[in-house]
T-cell receptor, first 111, second 116 residues
Framework: GQQLNQSPQSMFIQEGEDVSMNCTSS?????WLWYKQEPGEGPVLLIA?????ELTSNGRLTAQFGITRKDSFLNISASIPSDVGIYFC???????????FGTGTRLKVLA | NAGVTQTPKFRILKIGQSMTLQCTQD?????MYWYRQDPGMGLKLIYY???????DKGEVPNGYNVSRSTTEDFPLRLELAAPSQTSVYFC???????????????FGPGTRLTVL
């Protein structure tokens, strides 16, 4: 099945650093969602994006809906140890019911 | 508002056994989904439903069955369990999609299934 390309696959960063990750697709999406999944838990919705160029923040997290509608970006500022987890993107094409998920970015924060 | 709940949390099955994974949502969402997540991998869609009485296959439906008799419940049935079905199963729900400003999807906590 189709999956979105997410990069990087994994990141090891120092506490306090900023983090950037992105998701790219060959298809145009009308909705982008960003999730965080902690070990042993289900994905938790962080940010939802609905318009090309839209920039939305949730605390230290900021996500952008790419102008081409084929990509999206997530930034985490001033990372803390509890940011550890896997971050997934998901895209939805208008007129469909099925989200397409990214392969995930595994984030580890070193105190 | 409990959101999406799943039971059981863990289960070990023997090859050939059957079981039903339960999923309930209390958000009155039209759409419900079942995914599986293998270790270190992304989410694969098993089945989905756009409303009570309507279900459809995702990308990996073999070995599974679903039903949707109510808006709230979307159970997943495993018949003749096989080791390849060892995975973490997530149920998710979405409100009416295509509105452009409310498209979201919420996940349950997952069921960890091992088939030996």
């Amino acid at each position: 099945g189709q999956q979105l390309n997410q990069s990087p696959q994994s990141m090891f960063i120092q506490e306090g650093e900023d983090v950037s990750m992105n998701c790219t697709s060959s298809s145009i999406f009308n909705t982008w969602l960003w999730y965080k999944q902690e070990p042993g838990e289900g994905p938790v919705l962080l940010i939802a994006l609905y318009k090309a160029g839209e920039l939305t923040s949730n605390g230290r997290l900021t996500a952008q809906f790419g102008i081409t509608r084929k990509d999206s970006f997530l930034n985490i500022s001033a990372s803390i140890p509890s940011d550890v987890g896997i971050y997934f993107c998901a895209g939805l094409t208008s007129g469909t019911y099925k989200y397409i998920f990214g392969t995930g970015t595994r984030l580890k924060v070193l105190a | 508002n409990a959101g999406v709940t799943q039971t059981p949390k863990f289960r070990i099955l023997k090859i050939g056994q059957s079981m039903t994974l339960q999923c309930t949502q209390d958000m009155n969402h039209n759409y419900m989904y079942w995914y599986r997540q293998d270790p270190g991998m992304g989410l694969k869609l098993i089945y989905y439903s756009v409303g009570a009485g309507i279900t459809d296959k995702g990308e990996v439906p073999n070995g599974y069955n679903v039903s949707r008799s109510t808006t709230e419940d979307f159970p997943l049935r495993l018949e003749l369990a096989a080791p390849s079905q060892t995975s973490v199963y997530f149920c998710a729900s979405s409100p009416l999609l295509g509105t452009g400003s409310t498209d979201t999807q919420y996940f349950g906590p997952g069921t960890r299934l091992t088939v030996l």
